[in-house]
């Protein structure tokens, strides 16, 4: 049977993206306030006081950034989303697992996203970047300066934090969490809502390093769980890992299982397999892990 034609059913090419963040978007401002900021204000709590009226007229730049995230990654393909801490240091052996696990989600023909700053995302950037993947980083406007590491090939730049979380989640077939702090914890969630709601299924979460994540878990099953807060099901929702093959494991296991039903329901569809209907790449040729 002829292989069926993805091209036909893709959107055209997108506008040249910039390699580099806006050099506007993460300078420091003294006292200025970030677009999510000005969103998210109430009126009164800002001096000069702001024209609320503008607030609807805001929609158009949601909308910009919306359609921007969308035309850059509809054709990425199968995609994992990396969580964790900007704070950690190149010398942490969780840099080096995220670094490793990338690398084998890259050579698996796995993109990899992550918003695009220092610590983890750098490290799972480079690991990417590294086994000649694709790696793109969503970066955000925060009061402080972050920046887009060197190691991502495709960039996107977002003032609005609710937007950025859109794209992780939209193209992503998995999330790996590495531990990390508010952030981190807030993609967790997120993504265990949207999974437990049905808003997105077959899709895993793994968590990272055992030590950092039992006493959550621990709370989930001993407070939360048994408190009648969640169902104990709810639980398997998670995989912890202390291995980058296991994590990869997971990933390429459940995205197998997605094709096969997605192939089975299609019945010859020309677009197969995986939470976005695409096919893996062909796996780049293998390179030693650094």
């Not at 306030?33 to 009164?44: M, P, Q, V």
């Not at 919306?66 to 010398?91: I, N, Q, W």
């Amino acid at each position: 049977m002829a292989k069926p034609d993805k091209s036909r059913d893709l959107p055209s090419e997108p506008p040249p993206q910039p390699p580099v963040p806006n050099p506007e978007l993460n300078q420091p401002k003294q006292n200025a306030a970030t677009e999510d900021e000005k969103l998210l204000s109430r009126g009164g709590e800002m001096f000069p006081l702001r024209d609320v009226t503008q607030d609807a007229w805001r929609v158009f730049r949601i909308m910009g950034e919306f359609v921007e995230g969308f035309d850059t990654l509809a054709r990425l393909g199968p995609a994992v989303s990396f969580f964790g801490s900007a704070r950690t240091r190149r010398d942490d052996p969780f840099y080096t697992a995220a670094m490793e696990t990338a690398h084998l989600l890259a050579t698996e023909g796995f993109a990899v996203v992550t918003g695009g700053g220092p610590g983890i995302m750098e490290a799972a950037n480079k690991g990417a970047f590294e086994a000649g993947g694709e790696s793109v980083g969503c970066n955000i406007e925060l009061p402080f300066e972050q920046g887009m590491n060197q190691y991502v090939k495709t960039a996107i730049n977002f003032r609005y934090f609710f937007v950025r979380k859109t794209m992780f989640v939209k193209y992503a077939e998995a999330f790996i969490i590495f531990p990390g702090g508010f952030g981190t914890m807030d993609e967790l969630f997120e993504a265990l809502t949207l999974i437990q709601t049905g808003k997105v299924r077959n899709f895993p979460v793994v968590l990272f390093g055992r030590e950092y994540w039992q006493g959550l878990m621990h709370w989930l099953e001993h407070t939360m769980a048994a408190d009648g807060k969640i169902m104990p099901q709810d639980l398997k929702l998670l995989v912890i890992t202390d291995s980058p093959e296991e994590a990869v494991r997971v990933v390429v296991n459940c995205y197998e299982d997605n094709c096969a039903r997605a192939e089975a329901a299609s019945e010859g569809a020309r677009l197969q397999g995986g939470r976005g209907g695409f096919k893996r790449a062909a796996p780049p040729r293998r390179r030693p892990l650094k």
